[in-house]
């Protein structure tokens, strides 16, 4: 359980969901096609009118840069994850030349940790139901990690690191629905059901979390909708663009938490857990591309151990990153606990 493959499978697959998913960002499955000429299945340089504008291709976004950094973070902490832990890769990476694709929220939780006030104009509102992105779940793939598969650990630490950014029921839910996932598929004997389970058991104990001691959103149930998700994708009987119309259209690809988690469990069960599919699917089902493959390239990289040499080359060379390195660590230290 937990071998060094699943681990840099989980990265890898992360880091190419979102290299990929840059150059797609915004656009609906059709004007993806329209625009590329077909769908999009491997590194390209973003257009100048998508958010990674002016990068060259393989070039990850705020999705995998903040998830490397809470890697990072994490081994530096010695595997502890603590809020000191948390914080430290927020203020590390809004360093990096990554920040420059930071969202509202996670800029205002860089600048409160910076001691800087950050008024909103919607501070009024009883409940400012936007919060509940997918900000926390983009990131998390590492702490499901850095589990050694003990699922209810990943939840514990999911929330930990997600406190500073995305205290509420939703973002919660859908983080600890992947990091509870990417926990299980750590596990030699793991399947896409089991998988999916787990993430279930993840959503249930984040909502539940966030209700009671964090802000209490008026969002829909991520738990619910991976359930509904699961049953689209399954129902699609491989036909995977089937999968993808039905859940863009029905489910949603979109920034909420409610949206792109449940979607990401839905391509898993379209895709009996391929990671090439998934990571395809994602990149091309439109909207919130780059997290959404970002999120099912994590779990489905990590149970099937998704490798490729050629794609691991350019990440590590574009973006000066070390995933091997990074894989070798967060190994050691869940095998250490």
Not at 100 to 129: E, H, M, Q, R, W
């Amino acid at each position: 359980m937990s071998n060094y493959n699943k681990v840099l499978g989980g990265l890898l697959g992360a880091a190419v969901g979102d290299s990929m998913g840059a150059a797609t960002e915004t656009r609906s499955m059709s004007q993806i096609k329209k625009k590329f000429g077909g769908y999009v299945t491997t590194f390209i340089t973003p257009p100048d009118d998508v958010f990674a504008r002016g990068l060259p291709a393989g070039t990850v976004t705020d999705d995998f840069s903040l998830a490397y950094y809470t890697a990072v973070a994490m081994i530096r902490n010695n595997g502890v994850v603590d809020s000191n832990c948390a914080k430290s890769a927020l203020v590390t990476w809004s360093k990096s030349k990554y920040s420059s694709f930071a969202g509202p929220t996670t800029f205002a939780a860089i600048n409160k940790l910076n001691g800087i006030s950050t008024p909103s104009k919607y501070d009024f509102l009883a409940v400012d139901n936007a919060k509940g992105s997918n900000g926390g779940a983009m990131k998390i793939v590492p702490v499901g990690l850095i589990s050694g598969g003990n699922i209810s650990k990943a939840i514990k630490d999911t929330i930990t690191i997600c406190m500073p950014t995305h205290d509420n029921n939703t973002s919660l839910a859908g983080a600890c629905a992947v990091s509870a996932a990417v926990a299980e598929a750590l596990h030699d004997n793991a399947t896409v059901d089991s998988v999916i389970k787990a993430g279930l058991m993840g959503a249930k104990a984040g909502d539940e979390y966030g209700k009671k001691y964090c802000k209490e959103l008026s969002n829909p149930s991520v738990y619910r909708r991976i359930e509904l998700a699961v049953k689209i994708g399954k129902a699609s009987n491989g036909n995977l663009e089937k999968a993808m119309v039905d859940l863009c259209d029905i489910i949603g690809a979109g920034l909420s938490a409610a949206e792109a988690v449940p979607c990401a469990f839905g391509i898993l069960a379209a895709t009996n857990g391929d990671p090439t599919k998934c990571i395809l699917a994602g990149v091309n089902i439109g909207n919130d591309t780059d997290t959404i493959a970002t999120i099912v390239g994590g779990i489905a990289g990590t149970l099937n151990s998704y490798y490729n040499a050629k794609q691991l080359e350019t990440i590590n060379k574009v973006n000066g990153f070390t995933i091997e390195l990074v894989a070798k660590k967060l190994l050691e230290l869940s095998l250490a606990k």
